[in-house]
């Protein structure tokens, strides 16, 4: 047996075997010619064993220590889904860390092919908004020990002030309060200077930057110019630099469809041809359909299925050229955007539960004053009620501690304006051909334990 991961995310299986064993629910095995992968979703093992080590395991009704604790084998009393289940509704609670989402502005300068939603109106956080912020902040003080912050719009930084002023404040409450801060966030990337990006990376302590860039120069410009027809390539490519320059994490996220797919491999190689390579991410990204697509645009996105080979393809090359490593999964948080402490803050103190809902005012939950005091609606109580085994999608699919059944909106409601109507993570369709590749590249450089 092959061993390339160890359990790393359930170190309490570091005990006593039980009597008698079974092989865990929370295996997910498949062929590949080089044998049996099996992939313990929960503690994230990952080992490749010969079609007879598979077959005998599977039958085996007791364990070494070793095997016990990667997590394939369970107590033949336990129910593995079950517990995991309860674990599930459990994370709903915890407001252990808080992930706050600031929506600073709704406007938004750019005319992008594929985006719809007509004019964003011209609105910003307000400062009323802010200071009910600080309020909430300061009476959940002691109850938290993490602060992820996540800056979104519209286009986030054409509410700049509004991300200093509250960068300022959340940065100071957090370091006197020994709170561990993390901060992102989502924008074109256009309105940034060198000024701008020292600020934010250094005083605001944004980390991570997410940007999207649809392929080279004249194929970007015809996607994503500004309202006035202008290119943005030029600025966004010098921008990233700047920011890479001050420390921060870009990530390259590269929205593709049936226009600009032959493109993206040149755009991959200008990366990987400058200063930027090994210092970036890259997001690939399907360009999906909203309420309000045209027919004639709607003809030119990938389908999910058609899509899979399209990204596979691109990720090879990728990572042939050193700038994407072939990704196992993460665990999603138990609870996933369920959580108490995942909150959405739009421009007016309106709380969503889900981003992709912002500024349809019928999936307000209510808002950052009164948070603690307002009648839910019904629609929002049955949402927080959700479980992966409510939906047909989910059950019996060994995927869910890690993506914690994916996006309950899409698995209960299909009428929002914004974002994807699929369940399933981005993810799922290449699951199992990215582990493929990750193994076969450790045996080629002879990285593996044996067993």
């Known amino acids: 047996m092959k061993i390339f991961r160890n359990n790393i995310w359930e170190n309490h299986l570091q005990s006593v075997v039980p009597n008698e064993v079974k092989w865990s629910y929370w295996n997910d095995c498949f062929s590949i010619p080089e044998g049996e992968v099996c992939f313990n979703v929960m503690t994230g093992s990952l080992v490749l064993m010969s079609n007879s080590e598979y077959e005998n395991l599977l039958k085996a009704k007791e364990c070494t220590n070793k095997l016990w604790e990667f997590g394939l084998y369970a107590d033949v009393k336990k129910d593995e889904y079950r517990e995991w289940l309860n674990t599930?509704?459990?994370?709903?609670?915890?407001?252990?860390?808080?992930?706050?989402?600031?929506?600073?502005?709704?406007?938004?300068q750019f005319k992008?092919?594929?985006?719809?939603?007509?004019?964003?109106?011209?609105?910003?956080?307000?400062?009323?908004?802010?200071?009910?912020?600080?309020?909430?902040?300061?009476?959940?003080?002691?109850?938290?020990?993490?602060?992820?912050?996540?800056?979104?719009?519209?286009?986030?930084?054409?509410?700049?002030?509004?991300i200093i002023t509250l960068s300022d404040y959340i940065t100071h409450f957090c370091d006197n309060n020994a709170i561990e801060y993390d901060s992102s966030i989502t924008t074109n990337g256009y309105a940034l200077t060198r000024e701008r990006c020292e600020e934010l990376v250094k005083s605001c302590r944004i980390s991570r930057y997410v940007i999207t860039v649809d392929g080279t120069e004249e194929v970007h410009n015809q996607r994503r110019p500004l309202l006035s027809g202008k290119g943005t390539f030029k600025t966004i490519w010098q921008n990233i630099h700047w920011l890479v320059d001050f420390g921060a994490h870009v990530v390259f996220r590269i929205t593709i469809d049936k226009e600009n797919a032959d493109n993206i491999p040149l755009l991959l190689d200008k990366i990987?041809?400058?200063?930027?390579?090994?210092?970036?991410?890259?997001?690939?990204?399907?360009t999906f359909e909203i309420l309000n697509t045209p027919e004639d645009l709607?003809?030119?996105?990938?389908?999910?299925?058609?899509?899979?080979?399209?990204?596979?393809?691109?990720i090879d090359y990728a990572?042939?050229?050193?700038?994407?490593?072939?990704?196992?999964?993460?665990?999603?948080?138990?609870?996933?955007?369920?959580?108490?402490?995942?909150?959405?803050?739009?421009?007016?103190?309106?709380?969503?539960?889900?981003?992709?809902?912002?500024?349809?005012?019928?999936?307000?939950?209510?808002?950052?004053?009164?948070?603690?005091?307002?009648?839910?609606?019904?629609?929002?109580?049955?949402?927080?009620?959700?479980?992966?085994?409510?939906?047909?999608?989910?059950?019996?699919?060994?995927?869910?501690?890690?993506?914690?059944?994916?996006?309950?909106?899409?698995?209960?409601?299909?009428?929002?304006?914004?974002?994807?109507?699929?369940?399933?993570?981005?993810?799922?369709?290449?699951?199992?051909?990215?582990?493929?590749?990750?193994?076969?590249?450790?045996?080629?450089?002879?990285?593996?334990?044996?067993?």
Not at 88 to 108: A, I, P, V
Not at 117 to 146: A, C, M, N, W, Y
Not at 272 to 286: D, M, P, T
């Open 88 to 108: 599930y509704r459990e994370g709903k609670n915890d407001e252990s860390f808080l992930d706050l989402t600031f929506l600073t502005s709704r406007q938004c």
């Open 319 to 451: 990572h042939s050229l050193g700038l994407m490593n072939y990704r196992l999964p993460h665990k999603a948080p138990l609870g996933g955007c369920l959580r108490k402490g995942d909150i959405t803050i739009g421009t007016d103190g309106e709380i969503y539960k889900c981003l992709d809902t912002i500024g349809e005012m019928k999936w307000v939950t209510g808002s950052i004053e009164k948070i603690d005091s307002e009648p839910q609606p019904q629609w929002y109580k049955d949402y927080l009620n959700w479980t992966p085994d409510d939906s047909n999608q989910c059950r019996g699919c060994k995927l869910q501690p890690l993506c914690s059944g994916g996006c309950p909106h899409n698995a209960m409601f299909s009428d929002k304006m914004h974002g994807s109507v699929l369940q399933c993570p981005d993810w799922k369709p290449n699951y199992r051909h990215q582990i493929e590749r990750y193994i076969k590249e450790k045996i080629g450089k002879n990285e593996f334990e044996l067993l």
């Open 298 to 314: 709607g003809s030119k996105i990938f389908s999910e299925r058609e899509f899979a080979p399209v990204e596979m393809k691109l």
């Open 272 to 286: 990987a041809q400058s200063s930027l390579a090994g210092k970036v991410s890259i997001a690939l990204a399907r």
């Open 112 to 162: 992008c092919t594929y985006c719809f939603e007509g004019l964003k109106p011209k609105k910003d956080l307000t400062d009323e908004t802010i200071l009910h912020v600080k309020s909430f902040l300061e009476k959940r003080k002691g109850s938290f020990q993490k602060l992820q912050v996540y800056w979104f719009g519209g286009e986030p930084l054409l509410g700049y002030n509004k």
